[in-house]
């Protein structure tokens, strides 16, 4: 990622293309490159960008198509503990867009500290709560922003929803009926059937296209 740096310093006009568990370091990375007073854009490629993370710094500036003006392009999909170690690494001081930012990348990607942490996650919080993080507004945005949409979904998702291979598999099915019936959209339907995991034998999760012959759409595997 030093190489990253490096190259910005070197460009005029900065690309962000930002991946959709990347949210929240692609904010950070953007309001750093504004601090060099460079010209800098975040493009978000994929149709439907989960309104929750609204809260971010900037969210407003994110455009749906590239910058042909841009003349470096970066591909965000680093985590948050990552970007922060590089700022770090180079001394770079962060200021409260860019700690709220990244802490609330790290509550998402933690799923509010309960998945893969240890001691340096909470040393890494400390310094970004001191830094001016606006840590309660990252907490309800990310853990508590259950819209009624996500609930319809949920509702039909579970219902449909049968166990396979002795209870090991959960498998969900899809349409774009039930999505337009609803109001809500692909990343709600990923979150939903995550949900699954929950259940005691359950170590795989599948999500299936019934519009098209149930072609697969999504297999996630439970974390050891």
Same mark, same amino acid.
């Given at each position: 990622?030093?190489?990253?740096?490096?190259?910005?310093?070197?460009? $005029?006009?900065?690309? @962000? @293309?930002?991946?959709?568990?990347?949210?929240? %370091?692609?904010?950070?990375?953007?309001?750093? !490159? *504004?601090? *060099?007073? &460079?010209?800098? /854009?975040?493009?978000?490629?994929? #149709?439907? @960008?989960? $309104? $929750?993370? /609204?809260? =971010?710094?900037? +969210? #407003? $500036?994110? &455009?749906? /198509?590239? !910058?042909? %003006?841009?003349? =470096? %392009?970066? @591909?965000?999909? +680093?985590?948050?503990? %990552?970007?922060?170690?590089? +700022?770090q690494i180079n001394a770079i001081k962060l200021n409260k867009k860019m700690a709220t930012a990244l802490y609330g990348a790290l !509550?998402?990607?933690?799923?509010? +500290? &309960?998945?893969?942490v240890d001691g340096t996650t909470f040393a890494m919080a400390e310094v970004l709560i001191a830094c001016g993080a606006a840590h309660t507004l990252c907490v309800d945005a990310i853990l508590q922003n259950t819209s009624l949409a996500f609930l319809r979904l949920q509702s039909i998702m579970f219902r449909n929803m049968f166990l396979q291979n002795c209870a090991k598999a959960a498998v969900f099915t899809i349409c774009? #009926?039930? *999505?337009?019936?609803?109001?809500?959209?692909?990343?709600?339907?990923?979150?939903?059937?995550?949900?699954?995991?929950? =259940?005691?034998?359950?170590?795989?999760?599948? *999500?299936?296209?019934s519009d098209h012959e149930y072609e697969i759409i999504k297999v996630k595997y439970k974390e050891k």
């Open positions: 990622m030093n190489e990253i740096f490096q190259n910005i310093q070197n460009a $005029k006009h900065i690309e @962000i @293309i930002v991946q959709a568990d990347f949210m929240g %370091s692609a904010s950070a990375l953007y309001t750093y !490159i *504004l601090t *060099l007073h &460079k010209k800098v /854009s975040m493009v978000y490629r994929a #149709e439907n @960008i989960d $309104k $929750k993370f /609204s809260f =971010l710094p900037w +969210f #407003e $500036k994110i &455009k749906s /198509s590239d !910058i042909p %003006s841009a003349d =470096l %392009s970066i @591909i965000c999909d +680093f985590s948050a503990k %990552s970007l922060y170690e590089v +700022f !509550i998402y990607e933690t799923q509010g +500290f &309960k998945k893969g774009e #009926e039930e *999505l337009k019936a609803t109001g809500a959209n692909m990343e709600d339907a990923y979150k939903i059937m995550q949900e699954a995991f929950k =259940l005691e034998y359950v170590e795989m999760v599948v *999500l299936l296209d």
